[in-house]
């Protein structure tokens, strides 16, 4: 579109030279047209050789590193990217102000040059005020022959050069502006709009990144929770910062089954009972403090009170081999891998998990006897990592406590911990170094403190049972061998620690209590080695301990004792279940097959790539995958069947609140005898 500068045809002579302008005088020509007629720089310089366009360059390179950045950031975010985005940002607003001064608003529309050519002669292009010298009188100058003649005159060749050019407005570029956030070469809206947004996007970061941290240190907060709950005792936490309402009581009575009950209910059938009295809180456990109510009875309802004016409620687990009174199902639930506010929501409470808004819709009616959480319950180099001190992971398990959404997912269910790497640092295998005393501090403090009892004293890794179900919590960061140190096939290098294998392959040696039907493995980290990206931190990388830890595991199904082995895992953000089937023509029946199901993450980024295949020749057989989601979790449900002589296993899992797959497994065959008959009776 022509703008409304004036068009006129404007005339130049800028040589007069008996020759053709070469190509060199064409191009000083055209730029000094363009000077004539307030060209840019940057045009100038492209029409000449000059480098002007790198302001261009660089701005659309810093821009798209910006947007692609912030958008990576508020959705997978890496604590590298903060600082990095901020810098950008700050380069991109200075390569705009200065592309912005360099770009004309006008452009050539119509460029024409016209060349005359006259012959003239020298004498001609005299002034004729400009008198002759005495030399060249009008009189002979010379004579031949006898006879006077007139001089010939000399003739030249001069070039007029005429050039006429139209200016028009530039097009907004719309497109281009908003793309490649370069300013508008003639509407300042649109150049203020691609700034806006990329500031905006920076602006979700640093939201995302700082404000929880700075904003919500939670040092104010007073919660209890409910931890490990067997068939006799109830482990619970209390945090209270203000010292002043010291000393605190604990009590508990048995309550009616019903929800509503409360406090000041005169139909509770026990009275008060003391379970504890706190005389000192301080800063040296962060003002927590760990408790257990003793001499409970299975299967019963209790109340508890805290005279800071915290209170809940409890039900005991059944005893071990048993289902709860008036039903034969036993359930809990698992996942792993939470960060408050993931997905990015700027309107969001910066403390707000959404996956626990999902949970909460399904826990009463899956009425779970407790949550089996496999690890990175909190970030701490995720989307930043502030320090490596105590203070710094303290705050993380704060934050999460303090989520307005903490308690729809505590009151009526309890929650047992495993350690993985973010409770520590990314793919941890540095054993007890630094920064490993400052995040097992919190980790004691509000995880361990109220967990199951170690298969060993003072062990971190695990072991239980309750109801038709015996549990082994394995710890996979403190002991393991670096994951590069050595192939993963070498015996030299291990997962478990030596202690700690030996305490697992006792466990799944054992003969289990009657009614106990199922061996249940937990590892923080998938025991598959379908997972094909950065698998040398999974048990892909320890394949020869993983080979001990099959053998045994097939040995269970085998003993032709009716017990069924399943691995339970998270960390990827993804969902898989696979298959373990024992080495055709080896001595263990396919009845023996070992099923691993990968939760993760309950609230928390999904990978948009595909990680998980099966590779022709291996044994790891993929039954199901399920990548996408932001937040899931698996309910776990096992029901005997046959009259109780078999156990079946439904796992039914649940993707950003809606029930999406199921699959079940039942125990192999109470049968002794070889492996063709376990198989021939178990179908």
């Not at 045994?552 to 898989?576: K, N, P, Q, T, Y």
């Not at 790539?609 to 937040?631: A, F, H, L, M």
């Not at 109780?644 to 609140?657: A, M, P, T, Y």
Request: contains cysteine.
């Amino acid at each position: 579109m022509l703008g409304s500068l004036p068009t006129a045809p404007r005339s130049t002579n800028l040589w007069r030279r008996s020759r053709t302008l070469s190509a060199k005088e064409d191009m000083y020509h055209n730029e000094h047209a363009m000077d004539a007629y307030g060209g840019s720089e940057v045009e100038k310089g492209s029409r000449a050789g000059w480098p002007g366009g790198i302001y261009i360059a660089k701005g659309i390179e810093t821009c798209w590193k910006l947007q692609w950045e912030d958008v990576i950031e508020t959705r997978i975010p890496g604590h590298h990217f903060p600082p990095l985005i901020l810098a950008l940002l700050l380069t991109y607003l200075v390569s705009f102000v200065v592309v912005s001064r360099k770009i004309s608003p006008y452009e050539v529309a119509f460029d024409e040059v016209d060349i005359i050519q006259t012959n003239v002669t020298k004498e001609s292009r005299k002034d004729a005020r400009t008198p002759l010298p005495p030399s060249k009188a009008a009189h002979p100058s010379s004579v031949a022959n006898g006879k006077h003649s007139l001089p010939q005159e000399e003739e030249e060749e001069e070039l007029e050069i005429k050039q006429t050019v139209v200016l028009g407005e530039r097009d907004p570029q719309i497109v281009k502006t908003l793309l490649f956030g370069l300013p508008s070469p003639t509407s300042v809206l649109w150049s203020v709009v691609t700034v806006a947004t990329n500031v905006v996007l920076a602006t979700f970061v640093a939201d995302l990144v700082y404000r929880a941290p700075l904003l919500y240190q939670s040092h104010d907060l007073s919660f209890v929770r409910v931890g490990f709950v067997s068939d006799t005792y109830a482990k619970l936490v209390i945090r209270e910062p203000n010292t002043s309402k010291l000393p605190i009581y604990i009590s508990y009575r048995r309550a009616l089954e019903s929800e509503s009950s409360n406090i000041g209910d005169t139909r509770l059938e026990d009275p008060w009972k003391s379970a504890d009295s706190i005389f000192f809180l301080s800063n040296e456990t962060d003002y927590t403090y760990s408790t257990t109510i003793l001499r409970l009875h299975p299967s019963t309802r209790y109340q508890y009170a805290v005279s800071n004016n915290l209170n809940g409620f409890f039900t005991t687990a059944p005893p071990i081999g048993q289902t709860a009174p008036n039903t034969d199902k036993f359930t809990f639930l698992t996942s792993s891998c939470i960060k408050p506010r993931f997905p990015y929501n700027p309107f969001a409470h910066s403390l707000s998990i959404p996956g626990f808004v999902h949970l909460a819709e399904w826990i009463p009616s899956l009425k779970a006897s407790f949550m089996l959480f496999l690890g990175d319950f909190i970030y701490i180099d995720v989307p930043h990592r502030f320090g490596a001190d105590i203070e710094t992971y303290r705050r993380e398990y704060r934050q999460v406590y303090s989520s307005p959404d903490w308690p729809a997912v505590s009151s009526s269910l309890r929650w047992i911990h495993v350690l993985d790497d973010h409770e520590i640092a990314n793919d941890w295998d540095r054993n007890t170094t630094a920064p490993w005393p400052a995040a097992i501090d919190p980790f004691n403090l509000y995880q361990a403190s109220v967990n199951p009892p170690g298969a060993r004293l003072g062990a971190s890794y695990l072991e239980f049972a309750q109801g038709p179900a015996a549990f082994f919590l394995m710890d996979t960061r403190r002991y393991r061998s670096p994951e590069l140190a050595a192939d993963p096939s070498s015996p030299n290098k291990s997962m478990l620690g030596g202690e700690q294998l030996a305490s697992l392959l006792s466990f799944l040696s054992r003969r289990e209590p009657t009614g106990v039907k199922w061996k249940i493995v937990v590892s923080s980290i998938p025991f598959t080695r379908n997972w094909r990206v950065n698998n040398a931190d999974t048990w892909a990388g320890y394949l020869h301990e993983r080979r001990i830890l099959l053998e045994a595991m097939w040995d269970v199904g085998m003993r032709g004792e009716g017990v069924g082995v399943i691995v339970l895992s998270g960390d990827r953000h993804e969902f898989a279940a696979t298959a373990f089937p024992p080495p055709k023509d080896g001595k263990w029946p396919l009845a023996a097959t070992v099923h691993e199901f990968s939760t993760s993450p309950l609230s928390m980024f999904y990978l948009p790539v595909r990680t998980y295949w099966e590779v022709e020749g291996e044994d790891d057989v993929c039954i199901k995958y399920i990548p996408d989601g932001n937040s899931k979790f698996l309910a776990v449900e096992i029901t005997n069947i046959l009259g109780g002589e078999q156990s079946l296993l439904k796992c039914r899992l649940f993707v950003d609140g809606v029930e999406t797959w199921s699959y079940a497994v039942t125990t192999p065959p109470p049968v002794v005898g070889g492996s063709r008959g376990k198989d021939a009776i178990w179908g």
